[in-house]
């Protein structure tokens, strides 16, 4: 019986040998609980590194010191001769105080570092492209997105390389993407750069490439987020501007003589649910609230929505006018008159390959007459006009195909900024008299005299002995 056992348990750890190609292998595995693994196995102090530079291993932390006001902190971690051109690197940064720091990948051979740097500013994930130039080394963005994905602390920074291909993520959310071909390969190392302080998590390098993609579904139960997740760049054509804030777990909207509240999120649409749950409050009877579909910007837009007095329509731009319809599905204001307030679940949805739009009310089909709409739709939200204050609360849309999920108040889907940042090439010395200029221009580079520089985005400084940080 044992010897059965034992070819059974040897038959099986053949097949996961078999299967292990197909699994992903870890490169590098750090979670810096133990001192002599991290700072004597995986990361080794580089010969640019200021004499200053200090590292500390505690309880799942390696905090990285770099006081010198002149030169850059750097440990690295070399792969050997196998260096992966296919790879996924997470790290968690707990924590960045003064300049540039983080996880610089692909880094190339040679005291002076370069290849790219995953960090933060803020809210803000970057990625920078870090070359050794005639004048030093210079850090230059070369993608960046404002993340609501972030934490105030502890994010998972995540890049994943395929050839000339990027994906970014924050806290395992798509974040975007970008195509460079300068740095193929190489090893990997925590840079900070002068007076500067970065804690550190766990660190991971697999061989996998992670895929990316658009995520296409939201949901918000107004619990405590501050709308933080939601564009408010559509605003009343006349009249006071509009309350809208998040109080007792809702959203409330409260509107004006001739003003209107809009909120949205970015989201591209094709077929779709969406659902909420509104409730009117006090005000008017005859005032529209409900969902609204945004294209490109407040041109194009489309509202399905219920008023106070039961009834219910449709308007998209262009339209002149609306036409009400009773519905006794629709609950609105109606329950004012025995002093209560009544919540209505408003449901939109449009299915695969139909151009036409299905409006529901607590399960009642609402019978629509709309018309094509000519647009793409690119984000959608909820609306209230004209004096009187409405409630909404669990929204939720998601886009009826397999992708990455926003959900529980967490996430919320942005519209990329673009990837680049233009960078001033005037450098400064410390008392801010501008010393020289530089071109975009490869090979071109000016010389300048020794001493300490930055520029006017405060990411420059020079060094003696030729070794010089910019940017």
């Given at each position: 019986?044992?010897?059965?056992?034992?070819?059974?348990?040897?038959?099986?750890a053949a097949?996961?040998?078999?299967?292990?190609p197909?699994?992903?292998a870890?490169?590098?595995?750090?979670?810096?609980?133990?001192?002599?693994?991290?700072?004597?196995?995986?990361?080794?102090?580089?010969?640019?590194?200021?004499d200053?530079?200090?590292?500390?291993?505690?309880?799942?932390?390696?905090?990285?010191?770099n006081?010198?006001?002149?030169?850059?902190g750097e440990?690295?971690h070399?792969?050997?001769?196998?260096?992966?051109?296919?790879?996924?690197?997470?790290?968690?940064?707990?924590?960045?105080?003064?300049?540039?720091?983080?996880?610089?990948?692909?880094?190339?051979?040679?005291?002076?570092?370069?290849?790219y740097?995953?960090?933060?500013?803020?809210?803000?994930?970057?990625?920078?492209?870090?070359?050794?130039?005639?004048?030093?080394?210079?850090?230059?963005?070369?993608?960046?997105k404002?993340?609501?994905?972030?934490?105030?602390?502890?994010?998972?920074?995540?890049?994943s390389?395929?050839?000339?291909s990027?994906?970014?993520?924050?806290?395992?959310?798509?974040?975007?993407?970008?195509?460079d071909?300068?740095?193929?390969t190489?090893?990997?190392?925590?840079?900070?750069?002068?007076?500067t302080?970065?804690?550190?998590?766990?660190?991971q390098?697999?061989?996998?490439f992670k895929s990316?993609?658009?995520?296409t579904?939201?949901s918000d139960?107004?619990?405590?987020?501050?709308?933080?997740?939601?564009?408010?760049?559509?605003?009343?054509a006349?009249?006071?501007?509009?309350?809208?804030?998040?109080?007792?777990?809702k959203?409330?909207?409260?509107?004006g003589a001739?003003?209107?509240?809009?909120?949205?999120?970015?989201?591209?649409?094709?077929?779709?649910?969406?659902?909420?749950?509104?409730?009117?409050?006090?005000?008017?009877?005859?005032?529209?609230?409900?969902?609204?579909?945004v294209?490109n910007g407040?041109?194009?837009?489309?509202?399905?929505?219920?008023?106070?007095?039961?009834s219910?329509?449709?308007?998209?731009?262009?339209?002149?006018?609306?036409?009400?319809v009773?519905?006794?599905?629709?609950?609105?204001?109606?329950?004012?008159?025995?002093?209560?307030e009544?919540?209505?679940?408003?449901?939109?949805?449009k299915?695969?390959?139909?151009?036409?739009?299905?409006?529901?009310?607590?399960?009642?089909?609402?019978?629509i007459?709309?018309?094509p709409?000519?647009?793409?739709?690119?984000?959608?939200?909820?609306?209230?006009?004209?004096?009187?204050?409405?409630?909404?609360?669990?929204f939720?849309?998601?886009?009826?195909t397999?992708?990455?999920?926003?959900?529980?108040?967490?996430?919320q889907?942005s519209?990329?900024?673009s990837?680049?940042?233009?960078?001033?090439?005037?450098?400064?010395?410390m008392?801010?008299?501008?010393?020289?200029?530089?071109?975009?221009?490869?090979?071109?580079?000016?010389t300048?005299?020794?001493?300490?520089?930055?520029?006017?985005?405060?990411?420059?400084?020079?060094t003696?002995?030729?070794?010089?940080?910019n940017?």
């Open positions: 019986m044992n010897r059965l056992n034992r070819c059974l348990s040897g038959a099986f097949l996961l040998i078999a299967a292990a197909a699994l992903c870890n490169l590098l595995l750090d979670d810096f609980t133990d001192p002599v693994a991290s700072l004597i196995d995986n990361w080794i102090k580089s010969n640019v590194s200021s200053v530079t200090t590292a500390t291993v505690n309880g799942g932390s390696l905090a990285i010191d006081p010198s006001g002149q030169y850059l440990y690295i070399s792969f050997g001769a196998n260096k992966p051109a296919t790879f996924t690197l997470s790290y968690i940064l707990k924590s960045i105080q003064g300049n540039l720091a983080g996880a610089l990948f692909c880094r190339q051979p040679g005291d002076n570092p370069s290849g740097l995953l960090t933060t500013e803020g809210e803000t994930v970057f990625v920078y492209k870090v070359a050794v130039g005639n004048s030093g080394i210079r850090a230059e963005p070369i993608f960046y404002n993340s609501f994905d972030m934490k105030p602390t502890d994010n998972e920074l995540t890049v390389k395929n050839g000339s990027f994906n970014v993520f924050v806290n395992g959310e798509f974040q975007g993407s970008f195509t071909a300068s740095y193929n190489g090893d990997l190392s925590l840079l900070l750069f002068n007076n302080k970065i804690v550190l998590g766990k660190l390098v697999t061989d996998e990316g993609g658009a995520r579904s939201f139960n107004f619990n405590g987020n501050n709308l933080k997740y939601w564009r408010q760049d559509i605003t009343s006349s009249g006071p501007k509009p309350s809208v804030n998040e109080s007792d777990g959203l409330k909207m409260v509107t001739d003003a209107a509240a809009y909120i949205y999120v970015d989201i591209n649409l094709t077929d779709f649910d969406a659902k909420v749950e509104a409730t009117h409050l006090s005000g008017k009877l005859d005032s529209p609230y409900g969902l609204l579909l294209g407040s041109s194009q837009m489309v509202k399905f929505f219920i008023l106070g007095n039961g219910y329509a449709t308007w998209k731009s262009g339209d002149a006018r609306y036409n009400p009773s519905n006794t599905k629709i609950r609105g204001g109606r329950g004012h008159q025995l002093g209560i009544l919540t209505d679940t408003i449901t939109l949805r299915k695969k390959d139909s151009p036409n739009y299905e409006f529901l009310v607590n399960g009642e089909p609402l019978a007459d709309l018309g709409v000519n647009f793409p739709i690119k984000g959608i939200g909820l609306f209230s006009e004209s004096e009187m204050t409405v409630a909404f609360d669990n939720n849309v998601k886009q009826n397999t992708v990455s999920i926003i959900k529980d108040n967490k996430k889907i519209r990329n900024p990837s680049l940042v233009t960078r001033s090439h005037a450098f400064y010395d008392r801010g008299r501008q010393r020289y200029t530089t071109t975009s221009t490869q090979g071109r580079v000016q300048k005299a020794a001493g300490i520089y930055v520029n006017k985005n405060g990411r420059d400084v020079a003696r002995k030729s070794r010089v940080a940017e």
